[in-house]
């Protein structure tokens, strides 16, 4: 959910977070030998690994791992016998931290009688995100077969049950039925005629993919209309980004959106089998290689001001060797105090879950407050957080909370006000049209307003809330 507080008068209130690294998923198949089906590890998923409807398919677990150039293998790894095997995870589309980067997408394909509106898929406009795989022929052969990996929409890869009553364009990479070769494409699904002819767009590289481990690294810019599409192999060490003139790949895909993923293998003769590893998908590049940047990987760091307090937190993908965060704070940015230590919630400090963590600051200053933390390692060894920022002045209204988000048919606002007013409410979708408008009286003190949305659509919004020295803009998810 995001804010945005224009107040005119003697109360701001604003965050500035420097951004970090953030892991939307990972898996990297640690799991005990047998099937994958039915496995839940990683992190980021909103389901177990299942088989499509397509084919019944329980790929095994191997060991072990594999480990590449730029991406270090965690535990064993998956491997795809071929046959047309295929096996897919739905992705957790409920954390907030990740809405911007998220829409709710109706089924452009589907006719009026079965339109389907599935609910929340990454790919807004003007955001960028990346993934990273190892990948691995574990058959030497001349065998034409395609192996990789599908970003799809919709439960269960339903296409295959549905056919193109819930049809969407799929984007497509690893290597392809008719090279051998790396490849990216846009494709449609089943042939449906209501998607445009472009979205069969296939490019193919001069690198095959061979019996040693691939690193395969794709970035995705999602833009009004075309998507643009970079893919990189066995990238250099390091934290930092290829440019994007190096690509292997670069080309523009259909618009598209994605919430699962879809891994498998298959060929049309012969006995072509691949091997993955170390799924990631993130919002910058350190989050799917390997990188020494923090021996914790941060998924957010975040403050809010309530009516008397600060508070801070923040939540980890993995963790390291961790001791503790020591909380610190400083009113101009450069000089920090430590205020508290926050113990690592992993065991020995070591952690490949999510882990939630948060502080309050109960003697917060009146004007800046600017906070890190400081992680401290077994071994001593300390690294800094980014940075965040909390600015507060008192006596005028704001808002605490607005829940839940997503909502399906009130919407409560919590709130301060010093004293009692009257509020103009506002509710605009994202073509900028209001679609509800109304006054509300604002009592004193700390209150709670409930808002009736059950008669709009499906959708993101904006509610701008207008006191006579504030204005407030907030963002929230209709289901």
Request: include cysteine.
């Amino acid at each position: 959910m995001k804010k945005h507080f224009i107040c005119l008068a003697v109360f701001i209130f604003s965050i500035a977070v420097v951004a970090s690294a953030q892991l939307i998923a990972s898996e990297n198949f640690n799991y005990a030998a047998g099937t994958i089906v039915g496995q839940n590890g990683g992190t980021g998923w909103g389901t177990p690994w299942q088989t499509t409807p397509f084919n019944i398919s329980n790929t095994s677990i191997v060991n072990p791992g594999l480990s590449g150039p730029n991406i270090a293998g965690i535990g064993n790894s998956n491997h795809q016998p071929g046959s047309d095997f295929r096996n897919f995870r739905m992705l957790d589309t409920s954390n907030a931290a990740f809405f911007p980067y998220m829409d709710y997408t109706g089924d452009a394909g589907a006719t009026a009688s079965t339109n389907y509106l599935w609910g929340r898929a990454f790919g807004a406009n003007n955001t960028t995100i990346w993934f990273g795989m190892l990948m691995r022929k574990t058959v030497a052969s001349a065998n034409i077969g395609y192996g990789g990996m599908h970003l799809m929409y919709g439960y269960n890869l339903a296409f295959d049950q549905y056919g193109d009553k819930r049809a969407h364009q799929r984007f497509q990479f690893g290597t392809d039925n008719n090279s051998p070769s790396f490849f990216m494409a846009s494709r449609t699904i089943n042939g449906n005629p209501n998607l445009p002819a472009a979205c069969g767009a296939t490019v193919r590289s001069n690198v095959q993919a061979t019996t040693t481990a691939n690193t395969l690294i794709y970035r995705i810019d999602f833009k009004p209309g075309a998507e643009r599409v970079f893919m990189w192999t066995d990238p250099a060490p390091g934290c930092t980004a290829p440019d994007t003139n190096s690509a292997l790949i670069k080309m523009n895909v259909c618009d598209f959106r994605f919430n699962a993923v879809n891994i498998g293998a298959g060929t049309f003769s012969g006995n072509v089998q691949y091997d993955f590893d170390e799924l990631r998908i993130g919002l910058t590049y350190p989050d799917v290689v390997t990188c020494s940047i923090l021996p914790v990987t941060f998924i957010d760091f975040s403050g809010t001001a309530e009516e008397k307090n600060n508070l801070l937190q923040w939540s980890t993908a993995t963790e390291s060797n961790n001791n503790y965060f020591a909380v610190e704070r400083s009113a101009d940015g450069s000089n920090f105090i430590q205020l508290a230590v926050v113990a690592s919630a992993a065991p020995d400090g070591n952690s490949q879950n999510v882990l939630r963590y948060s502080y309050t600051d109960t003697k917060p200053v009146a004007s800046n407050n600017y906070y890190r933390l400081r992680q401290v390692n077994n071994n001593g060894n300390v690294v800094y957080s980014s940075v965040i920022k909390i600015t507060r002045k008192e006596n005028t209204f704001f808002i605490n909370t607005v829940a839940p988000n997503p909502v399906a048919d009130k919407l409560t606002l919590s709130y301060y006000a010093p004293q009692s007013t009257v509020a103009n409410i506002s509710v605009s979708d994202v073509t900028g049209r209001i679609v509800l408008l109304k006054k509300e009286n604002i009592i004193s003190g700390t209150q709670s307003l409930p808002l009736n949305i059950s008669g709009l659509s499906k959708g993101k919004y904006f509610l701008k809330i207008i006191t006579p020295n504030c204005v407030q803009s907030l963002q929230f998810f209709k289901q």
